[in-house]
């Protein structure tokens, strides 16, 4: 009953998530965060209707057949990122796969804003230093960073999270932090437009920009990446919170090696759950554990509309299987079967 998934409270107040906390504790204790193939196989089995899955899963051909030949038609990501499933091999065998768009954007904009300040304010080293016992009074030069109002921010991306149109949102938190203008010189304080420079990568893209795609004076947009990066004061903090293959990280830890005063906040590695070599005895760097989307209200939005994605499918509910679809146009009728 898909109504379940939207009942919240356990017997003893605990939610879902609660619960779901629970098992990956156990799981991560036993050092098993990621099924093998072998083991969603096994899983399948002989009869699935449906499947939701995680992003470190590799959905593709092995899997999305064993489906079909299950019986099953639904897979759904617990993730809007969906780079680990072959699209076009769900579409051959006839699977729906649906995403969870929506319920991580602010929160995900939020980690993103977390980590700029953190990087800039040197968070992470400073809380070392304490829990270190090193503290013996406060000094002028103690842990001096970077101020971030005054910087240009640059937004690769400016899709629902990079535009994220929340009045909570962190780009706009980070204008309230004063993200505009150009300080320079204290004493010449000028304010200055645009604050923000951004890319879109898709023309449809733009429909998640705040006032109905047009963007507020204070944003710029940029044709290229190199004009987002030249406008923006890159080399005071640099953060990724999109996935990790974007950045080189290995020519990542040379630069920061070589350049101490820049700055990274990392939420995504390259070749997760791995950190190149170096990265992590980086005191410019500030690492978390892909927790982006980590707020309890949206693991639990996410959870929520992953099952609706694939009791949707199954049961066919058109109005829960349609808006979160990947392959909206997967032609059915076309398919051997079953
Ligand atoms: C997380 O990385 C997601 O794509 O939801
Ligand atoms: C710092 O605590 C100050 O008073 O300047």
Known sequence: DPRSCLQPKGAHGETHLDRGMESQRQICSEKKTILPVEDILALIGDKCDGVIG????????????????????????MAVG?????????????????????????????????????????IVEA??????????????????????????VGVIGAGRIGSANDPIESIHKLERFGYFGNVGD????????????????????????????????????????????????????????????VIDEAAL?????????????????????????????????????????ASKWTREGMATLAALNVLGKIKGYPIWSDPNRVNPFLDESSLPPQ
């Open 54 to 77: 995680q992003l470190t899963e590799d959905w593709g051909e092995v899997l999305f057949s064993a489906l079909r030949k299950a019986g099953g038609t639904a897979f759904s990501n």
């Open 186 to 245: 204290l004493s010449t304080w000028v304010q200055q437009e645009p604050h923000i420079s951004y890319l879109l990568f898709s023309e449809s893209y733009g429909q998640f920009l705040k006032d109905n795609g047009e963007q507020p004076v204070t944003w710029k947009r940029a044709a290229t990446m190199e004009e987002v990066l030249r406008d923006a004061d890159v080399e005071a903090v640099l953060v990724n919170a999109s996935r990790g293959p």
């Open 127 to 152: 809380d070392q230093f304490m829990r270190a016992g090193l503290y013996e009074g406060w000094l002028p030069h103690l842990y001096v960073g970077n101020l971030l109002k005054g910087q240009t």
């Open 82 to 122: 969906y780079n680990n499933v072959d699209v076009n091999a769900a579409n051959k065998h006839g699977i729906a796969v649906g995403n969870t768009p929506g319920v991580l954007t602010e929160t995900t904009a939020e980690l993103a804003a977390s980590l700029s300040l953190a990087a800039a304010r040197r």
């Open 253 to 293: 830890v040379e630069h920061l090696k070589a350049n101490p005063m820049f700055r990274v906040g990392l939420d995504v590695y390259e070749d997760e759950p791995f950190m190149k070599p170096g990265l992590a005895e980086l005191k410019n760097a500030v690492v978390v554990p892909h927790i982006a989307s």
